[in-house]
């Protein structure tokens, strides 16, 4: 079944349960990538994406502890153990972002990064203060620029992989900034108005 269907509407918040159900499920239903086809770009393209390509990869590559920790806690704090199960899961499915674009680099023969400035500072704002809220907004920003970033690639390039690769990391990524949102907003509700307004102010 295509998990997409899976989740509620948007006017409601979707409980970690139903989360857990469509993880489980979307990651049994993936596109077929054509590895076969090997890299399939031409030189100018690969001058054109290979520092940016790289970079991503290395964004989508971690091993989650940090998440994980903050998660824990705060599922604990808001009694809700599941959310530790889906965050997991959450965590497994940019792992296969991290390895899909790695396997693609690797095939176009573009050398991956070990440090990236931009992921390094990132990183650096999501480890400071390790609460589910600190960690949700820059991750919400940086989802973002990724559906314009996969976009641009897929409308842009020839390569059969890597079209593919990017409608397959589109379609997730749509569903993580969901996630995230969603999130936000489970944290937000109860927040007096004045403190929220500065919440805003700040993001
Ligand atoms: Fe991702
Ligand atoms: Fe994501």
């Known amino acids: ?30 596109l077929e990538i054509p590895w076969k086809h090997g890299a399939g770009i031409t030189e100018d393209e690969q001058n054109a994406i290979a520092d940016s390509l790289a970079a991503w990869q ?12 903050a998660a824990k806690n705060y599922a604990q704090r808001i009694k809700d153990p599941k959310y530790v199960d889906v965050i ?28 990236n400035w931009g992921d390094t500072l990132f990183r650096k704002i999501r480890y400071a203060i390790p609460t589910m809220e600190i960690w949700t907004t ?11 970033y996969y976009k641009a690639i897929q409308n842009a390039t020839n390569s059969p992989v890597l079209k593919q690769l990017c409608q397959q990391i589109l379609r997730d990524e749509v569903k993580h900034i969901r996630f995230q949102y969603e999130r936000l907003a489970v944290i937000h509700k109860n927040r007096p108005a004045l403190l929220r307004k500065l919440t805003y102010l700040i993001q």
């Open 1 to 30: 079944m295509n998990p997409h269907k899976l989740l509620p509407t948007l006017s409601s918040i979707t409980t970690s349960d139903e989360w857990y159900t469509y993880y489980k499920a979307n990651a049994e239903f993936q």
């Open 138 to 148: 820059p991750v919400i920003m940086v989802e973002t620029v990724a559906l314009v």
């Open 88 to 115: 997991e899961l959450f965590i497994k499915e940019e792992q296969r972002h991290g390895g899909d674009l790695g396997r693609f680099l690797d095939l176009a023969q573009i050398p991956r990064l070990q440090r």
């Open 58 to 69: 290395l964004g989508e590559t971690s091993d989650g502890l940090h998440l994980l920790a």
